[in-house]
């Protein structure tokens, strides 16, 4: 018997509400960082993941799709014994997040997308697919790409850092393979009309996943969807705007206990 790829995870806090946190396309669970030493650990859990390809799951082999992931997040949600929960996922991961309602219905409590890919995919223009998939061997195309969906306004050394995490954190053919997996996959089709209470965090700063194109997917497929934009935020609100995103996330969660 072939037992489950259990993804390498941090737990944080010991709170009753049990959290699965998974990162984006361009950083491991370090794309966290920023916000973990204010979150509510009486109220909460969370269990922050490296996904495949990623951290301390850099070498692990695998599919690199937002199936699998949306997999081995139930799989590690067994494996801490967590029969109910809720999910937050940034981009890339905000597209493996709602794969697991699909899968699992009943278990996931709420859900998260923060600047979520949609469930549909998110197709590039030639010359866009060109950037992104040359990134994953150029640190100048990452850049480009982090600069542009941050709205040009951040800080060099920033954007250094930003690329240099990416780089440290990846692996180049597990980032390549995920690229065609969150960009591609549509299965809007097994999510639309989940009635899971559904909040999309999106940046004012970001031309990507803009509210316009939320609205249109994630606010129609969620009957119980809803939307926050972040008006000082890019693509990566952890990192821009922690405390304001913060207190969003965890606003919408607690909603749930009352």
């Known amino acids: 018997m072939v037992l489950p790829f259990v993804l390498p995870h941090a737990l944080h806090g010991t709170g009753p509400h049990k959290v699965i946190a998974v990162h984006g396309w361009f950083a491991d669970r370090s794309a966290y960082g920023a916000v973990e030493p204010d979150i509510d650990r009486a ?6 993941a490296d996904l495949r390809g990623y951290g301390e799951a850099r070498d692990a082999k695998g599919e690199y799709t937002t199936a699998e992931g949306a997999a081995d997040v139930l799989a590690l949600a067994d494996k801490l014994g967590w029969e109910r929960f809720s999910l937050v ?10 794969r697991v309602p699909a899968l699992a219905p009943r278990r996931v409590r709420r859900l998260v997308g923060i600047t979520p890919v949609p469930a549909s995919g998110l197709p590039l223009p030639p010359e866009q697919w060109e950037l ?8 100048a195309g990452r850049r480009a790409i982090i600069d542009t969906t941050s709205g040009g306004r951040r800080p060099g050394r920033w954007l250094e850092r930003m690329v240099q995490r990416s780089l440290d954190r990846s692996d180049p053919t597990a980032f390549r393979a995920w690229l065609d997996s969150w960009s591609r996959d549509d299965f809007h089709a097994e999510i639309e009309g989940s009635t899971v209470p559904a909040l999309a965090v999106v940046g004012a700063l970001d031309p990507a ?6 609205r249109a997917t994630w606010l129609r497929w969620y009957p119980n969807g809803q939307l926050h934009e972040l008006v000082s935020a890019g693509h990566y ?6 405390l304001e995103l ?6 919408f969660l607690r909603a749930d206990d009352d």
């Open 209 to 214: 996943i803009t509210t316009g194109l939320t």
């Open 246 to 251: 913060i207190r969003v996330v965890e606003d």
């Open 237 to 242: 609100p952890m990192d821009e705007t922690p």
């Open 132 to 139: 992104f998939a040359d990134s994953a061997h150029l640190p």
């Open 43 to 48: 109220a909460f859990q969370y269990a922050i």
């Open 89 to 98: 996922g940034h981009s890339m991961g905000g597209s493996i997040v709602q």
